[in-house]
């Protein structure tokens, strides 16, 4: 390794678990990296898990620009997922890594404080049209005093991305790249690596061909519409915000196969990396 960062947060997105062997490879690669001494915060999507519970309890998911529309039931059923299901099986398998993990949301000791988003796409006939998503949010302010005092106790957090809104008194669902890279930068990661379903960033996402190694901040807001699309969205905008804030290295990674996020410690070139 040419460079052994101090800290690093990876974002492991709910559409890279979807095979338990490659799951639990990857895992085990988080583990190696903490046992060199590397300080390690594990944030985590939960798609599918979402999905799962809500196409079990009849409830409908609607989508705007890859962000999940959170209304009171669904709600209770995101936070189960990611809460109850998804970051419990995280900390279990770190765990029996032996890491000393410990499972946690932006709500514990008020760490996340959240705003609710608002979004205000442009229509066919150029129209601002102004849609609630509901209890989705966006993050306000982070107290990092909860996570600093595990990081320094040898603890490696795994947090879900869930934050709390004191104006409402109640939770809000966000989404998890921008929930990554903001405390990322909170955080003063060396890296941060967000862990997806695709190579990285694909011009075309129809060809894994297309992949861009490298593309600064002002590359990406330069792309044509239609380029990022989806859930690549929320990933450029996060890695966008965390370059900004200063976090220093950001790589787009496949999630969909391991050993990737030591390669790019080890100099190796992987992914998309976002510059400044």
């Given at each position: 390794?040419?460079?052994?960062?101090?800290?690093?947060l990876?974002?492991?997105?709910?559409?890279?678990m979807?095979?338990?062997?490659?799951?639990?490879?990857i895992?085990?690669?988080?583990?190696?990296?903490?046992?060199?001494?590397?300080?390690?915060?594990?944030?985590?999507?939960?798609?599918?898990?979402?999905?799962?519970?809500?196409?079990?309890?009849?409830?409908?998911?609607?989508?705007?620009?890859?962000?999940?529309?959170?209304?009171?039931?669904?709600?209770?059923?995101?936070?189960?997922?990611?809460?109850?299901?998804?970051?419990s099986?995280?900390?279990?398998?770190?765990?029996?890594?032996?890491?000393?993990?410990?499972?946690l949301?932006?709500?514990?000791?008020?760490?996340?404080?959240?705003?609710?988003?608002?979004?205000?796409?442009?229509?066919?006939?150029?129209?601002?049209?102004?849609?609630?998503?509901?209890?989705?949010?966006?993050?306000?302010?982070?107290?990092?005093?909860?996570?600093?005092?595990?990081?320094g106790?040898?603890?490696?957090?795994?947090?879900?991305?869930?934050?709390?809104?004191?104006?409402?008194?109640?939770?809000?669902?966000i989404?998890?790249?921008?929930?990554?890279?903001?405390?990322?930068?909170?955080?003063?990661?060396?890296?941060?690596?967000?862990?997806?379903?695709?190579e990285?960033?694909?011009?075309?996402?129809?060809?894994?061909?297309?992949?861009?190694?490298?593309?600064?901040?002002?590359?990406?807001?330069?792309?044509p519409?239609?380029?990022?699309?989806?859930g690549m969205?929320?990933?450029?905008?996060?890695?966008?915000?965390a370059?900004?804030?200063?976090?220093?290295?950001?790589?787009?990674?496949?999630?969909?196969?391991?050993?990737?996020?030591?390669?790019?410690?080890?100099?190796?070139?992987s992914?998309?990396?976002v510059?400044?």
């Amino acid at each position: 390794m040419d460079f052994k960062p101090e800290r690093i947060l990876i974002k492991y997105g709910g559409n890279a678990m979807g095979n338990p062997a490659v799951q639990q490879e990857i895992i085990t690669e988080i583990a190696a990296l903490s046992l060199q001494g590397i300080e390690i915060i594990l944030v985590h999507g939960g798609g599918p898990e979402i999905a799962r519970l809500l196409k079990l309890a009849g409830v409908e998911s609607q989508f705007f620009e890859g962000h999940r529309r959170t209304d009171e039931q669904t709600m209770h059923y995101v936070e189960m997922a990611l809460k109850g299901n998804v970051n419990s099986a995280l900390v279990g398998m770190l765990n029996s890594a032996g890491i000393k993990a410990v499972g946690l949301t932006g709500k514990d000791a008020a760490m996340v404080r959240s705003v609710r988003r608002m979004y205000h796409p442009v229509d066919g006939l150029g129209r601002e049209l102004e849609i609630d998503l509901g209890f989705v949010g966006d993050v306000d302010h982070i107290e990092t005093t909860l996570p600093e005092l595990l990081l320094g106790n040898g603890y490696l957090p795994v947090i879900a991305p869930l934050g709390w809104s004191v104006e409402e008194n109640h939770t809000h669902n966000i989404n998890a790249d921008i929930f990554a890279g903001e405390l990322a930068a909170a955080l003063k990661a060396d890296y941060l690596f967000l862990l997806t379903d695709t190579e990285g960033l694909l011009l075309d996402r129809h060809r894994p061909d297309s992949l861009v190694r490298e593309i600064s901040v002002a590359e990406i807001r330069g792309l044509p519409d239609g380029v990022i699309a989806e859930g690549m969205i929320p990933k450029t905008e996060a890695a966008i915000m965390a370059i900004e804030k200063g976090v220093g290295n950001c790589f787009i990674l496949s999630g969909t196969r391991s050993g990737l996020i030591s390669a790019v410690l080890s100099g190796e070139n992987s992914g998309t990396q976002v510059l400044s």
